[in-house]
């Protein structure tokens, strides 16, 4: 996204900046964003990070998807908290509980 315009030689103008921030939803996106620590990683790299805090809540059997699960449950996490898809795991809350 440019917020600078051709037109008007690269200067800032600021209704046609606040115009380009509002339509797309920036600014709802950064009030979501502020409190929020998402990763990103391979089920197996996540059990092996997380794998003290695992222990810790009494998880230790099962394959990489189970634990996943599991610590879902455990922690009181909800579905949007530790997705599991078909080959990444997306946790936006799990490393505060650890």
């Known amino acids: 996204m440019c917020t600078l315009d051709k037109e008007e ?3 800032l103008e ?3 900046i606040k115009e ?5 939803g920036l600014v709802e996106i ?3 964003s502020v409190n929020v620590f998402e990763v990103n990683m391979m089920p197996e790299e996540f ?3 997380y794998r003290d805090g695992l222990h810790v809540g009494g998880i230790a059997e099962g394959d990489e998807r189970e634990v996943i699960g599991q610590a879902r449950t455990v922690f009181g996490l909800s579905e949007k908290d530790l997705v599991l898809g078909v080959y990444k795991v997306l946790s936006s809350l799990f490393k ?3």
Do not use: I, M, N
């Open 9 to 11: 030689g690269y200067q």
């Open 14 to 16: 600021g209704r046609s």
């Open 20 to 24: 380009q921030v509002k339509a797309p």
């Open 30 to 32: 950064a009030k979501h």
């Open 47 to 49: 059990c092996e990070r």
């Open 96 to 98: 505060s509980l650890l």
